[in-house]
């Protein structure tokens, strides 16, 4: 079941030092439901470092990775996997046969049936924790910094607590996590007593733990976390780029003359302490991370699918075409826009998660006329050559990224139409020779990302008026080039 801790035992496994140096290559990758063989074949090779954008068809992926696995000693592991025809695995696995003797495939699954179709050989069923493990795991989160006279007070609330958590360590984890900001046993009785409890139908899908969570959480924060969902399983969470999501959609206000940038840093970290996210990058901080699978499920429940993610190859949509009906907040991920979605008028946010260099079909003088109330747009690498003068239409557009669109050759003056747009990334337009004039009439731009513009020879008079602006990559200081650049 979700949360038994599948995916953790898994990476301590792939991350420990003697698994390292046994294996020539370690490739790690997120399978969740459906099975789609060439989102899996690229995953395989853009974590054995292999450029395969420019392929879009299974066959050329599959010799690829053969070729790239050839002769070494791996370890694969496929997260979450889910899997239904026997004929699908095996048409996979002959690629991966090219591996020297040694290798390894590991696997993680709810599904018995899913291990048996792949043929495992070695099957370790995780169990729910003991009685003594979860009070053992729960007391590391909930009552780490206090003293023994108040753990001792807690205990019996505590254990009744943990008891209603199933064994499930997830969900010990996300419970203790709220509990160990709340001081006094009465607080925590009121844990205990509240009347969710009581719902059956919840607590049969397992999402009761983490509703503690999630209305423990102030409002605005609920919203933060259930946006969340519009990125599918496993996807890799950028920080700043959801803080600025989240500043597009209205979520975040200035508090105490506080800039909305550090609330939403506030509100990451926030999630982030309380289990809603995991697999942290860091960099000084934390610059990536994922969100628990169940933890997804548990969104989109609380959210009902007003955050929608689609998988496309080709003209071909996987699986849930009609699903996304009604959605506020949709990612598409694949080379083409499927023609249902330009129904959907009342879209907030728009990512298209595209491949670099592949070429992306889509009708923008359609999309501009049909999502007016678009608050985030992303279009990178979308290989556009002109942007459509409907931009203007976009009036509540506060979010847009243009980044890795390397044809495009200008910004388009209706573009400064957008007085509420906040970032403005066109990072990587190389062809783009100058800033539209009226750029200065955008007063409320934050973030103006402009990195690898080569070819913008000076700043546009007025673009002193942005006041508002906190970043500012680069800045022509005369004559253009590189060399000029600051």
Same mark, same amino acid.
């Given at each position: 079941?979700?949360?038994?801790?599948?995916?953790?035992?898994?990476?301590?496994?792939?991350?420990?030092?003697?698994?390292?140096?046994?294996?020539?290559?370690?490739?790690?990758?997120?399978?969740?439901?459906?099975?789609?063989?060439?989102?899996?074949?690229?995953?395989?090779?853009?974590?054995?470092?292999?450029?395969?954008?420019?392929?879009?068809?299974?066959?050329?992926?599959?010799?690829?990775?053969?070729?790239?696995?050839?002769?070494?000693?791996?370890?694969?592991?496929?997260?979450?996997?889910?899997?239904?025809?026997?004929?699908?695995?095996?048409?996979?696995?002959?690629?991966?046969?090219?591996?020297?003797?040694?290798?390894?495939?590991?696997?993680?699954?709810?599904?018995?049936?899913?291990?048996?179709?792949?043929?495992?050989?070695?099957?370790?069923?995780?169990?729910?924790?003991?009685?003594?493990?979860?009070?053992?795991?729960?007391?590391?989160?909930?009552?780490?910094?206090?003293?023994?006279?108040?753990?001792?007070?807690?205990?019996?609330?505590?254990?009744?607590?943990?008891?209603?958590?199933?064994?499930?360590?997830?969900?010990?984890?996300?419970?203790?996590?709220?509990?160990?900001?709340?001081?006094?046993?009465?607080?925590?009785?009121?844990?205990?007593?509240?009347?969710?409890?009581?719902?059956?139908?919840?607590?049969?899908?397992?999402?009761?733990?983490?509703?503690?969570?999630?209305?423990?959480?102030?409002?605005?924060?609920?919203?933060?976390?259930?946006?969340?969902?519009?990125?599918?399983?496993?996807?890799?969470?950028?920080?700043?780029?959801?803080?600025?999501?989240?500043?597009?959609?209205?979520?975040?206000?200035?508090?105490?003359?506080?800039?909305?940038?550090?609330?939403?840093?506030?509100?990451?970290?926030?999630?982030?302490?309380?289990?809603?996210?995991?697999?942290?990058?860091?960099?000084?901080?934390?610059?990536?991370?994922?969100?628990?699978?169940?933890?997804?499920?548990?969104?989109?429940?609380?959210?009902?699918?007003?955050?929608?993610?689609?998988?496309?190859?080709?003209?071909?949509?996987?699986?849930?075409?009609?699903?996304?009906?009604?959605?506020?907040?949709?990612?598409?991920?694949?080379?083409?826009?499927?023609?249902?979605?330009?129904?959907?008028?009342?879209?907030?946010?728009?990512?298209?998660?595209?491949?670099?260099?592949?070429?992306?079909?889509?009708?923008?003088?359609?999309?501009?006329?049909?999502?007016?109330?678009?608050?985030?747009?992303?279009?990178?690498?979308?290989? =556009?050559?002109? @942007? $459509? &003068?409907? *931009?203007?239409? /976009?009036?509540? %557009? #506060? +979010? !847009?990224?243009?980044?890795?669109?390397?044809?495009?050759?200008?910004?388009?003056?209706?573009?400064?139409?957008?007085?509420?747009?906040?970032?403005?990334?066109?990072?990587?337009?190389?062809? =783009?020779?100058? @800033? $539209? &004039?009226? *750029?200065?009439? /955008?007063?409320? %731009? #934050? +973030? !103006?990302?402009?990195?690898?513009?080569?070819?913008?020879?000076?700043?546009?008079?007025?673009?002193?008026?942005?006041?508002?602006?906190?970043?500012?990559?680069?800045?022509?200081?005369?004559?253009?080039?590189?060399?000029?650049?600051?």
């Amino acid at each position: 079941m979700g949360g038994i801790g599948k995916t953790t035992l898994a990476r301590i496994a792939f991350n420990d030092d003697n698994v390292k140096s046994h294996f020539d290559k370690k490739i790690w990758v997120c399978v969740s439901n459906p099975f789609d063989e060439i989102r899996i074949a690229r995953a395989v090779l853009n974590s054995l470092d292999v450029r395969a954008s420019n392929l879009g068809q299974l066959e050329p992926l599959l010799e690829r990775i053969r070729k790239s696995i050839e002769g070494n000693k791996f370890l694969l592991v496929l997260d979450d996997m889910w899997i239904d025809s026997p004929r699908i695995w095996e048409e996979f696995k002959h690629s991966l046969r090219y591996g020297s003797q040694g290798s390894r495939i590991l696997v993680t699954t709810r599904k018995t049936n899913v291990a048996n179709i792949m043929g495992t050989t070695n099957m370790i069923k995780l169990e729910t924790l003991s009685e003594d493990e979860s009070w053992s795991l729960f007391s590391q989160v909930a009552l780490s910094e206090r003293s023994g006279e108040e753990c001792e007070r807690l205990e019996n609330i505590g254990r009744t607590i943990v008891g209603k958590c199933r064994g499930l360590p997830h969900a010990i984890k996300t419970l203790g996590s709220i509990l160990r900001f709340k001081r006094h046993s009465i607080a925590w009785k009121s844990v205990l007593d509240d009347d969710l409890w009581k719902e059956d139908e919840i607590a049969k899908d397992l999402f009761l733990p983490f509703l503690f969570c999630y209305y423990d959480l102030p409002p605005k924060l609920r919203n933060c976390f259930l946006y969340c969902a519009i990125f599918p399983k496993g996807y890799e969470i950028r920080k700043h780029k959801l803080i600025d999501l989240w500043m597009a959609q209205g979520y975040l206000k200035k508090e105490r003359n506080v800039d909305m940038e550090i609330v939403g840093e506030e509100y990451f970290e926030t999630l982030a302490m309380r289990s809603f996210f995991r697999d942290f990058e860091l960099d000084g901080g934390i610059t990536k991370c994922k969100m628990h699978d169940i933890m997804h499920d548990f969104a989109q429940y609380l959210g009902q699918n007003e955050c929608f993610s689609i998988e496309v190859d080709g003209h071909v949509v996987s699986g849930l075409e009609l699903s996304h009906r009604g959605s506020r907040h949709l990612i598409v991920i694949g080379n083409s826009i499927p023609n249902s979605i330009y129904n959907e008028k009342a879209l907030r946010s728009l990512i298209v998660n595209t491949t670099v260099d592949i070429e992306v079909r889509a009708d923008l003088p359609k999309l501009f006329d049909q999502f007016t109330s678009l608050r985030s747009l992303d279009l990178s690498f979308f290989s =556009i050559e002109e @942007l $459509p &003068r409907g *931009i203007q239409k /976009l009036v509540h %557009l #506060r +979010y !847009l990224n243009l980044s890795g669109n390397n044809r495009l050759k200008e910004l388009p003056k209706e573009l400064c139409d957008l007085y509420h747009l906040e970032t403005l990334d066109f990072s990587g337009c190389s062809y =783009i020779q100058k @800033l $539209p &004039r009226r *750029i200065g009439r /955008l007063i409320n %731009l #934050r +973030y !103006l990302i402009n990195m690898n513009t080569f070819n913008i020879s000076y700043m546009p008079k007025g673009i002193e008026s942005l006041t508002c602006l906190r970043t500012l990559s680069e800045f022509i200081v005369s004559g253009g080039g590189r060399d000029n650049k600051a």
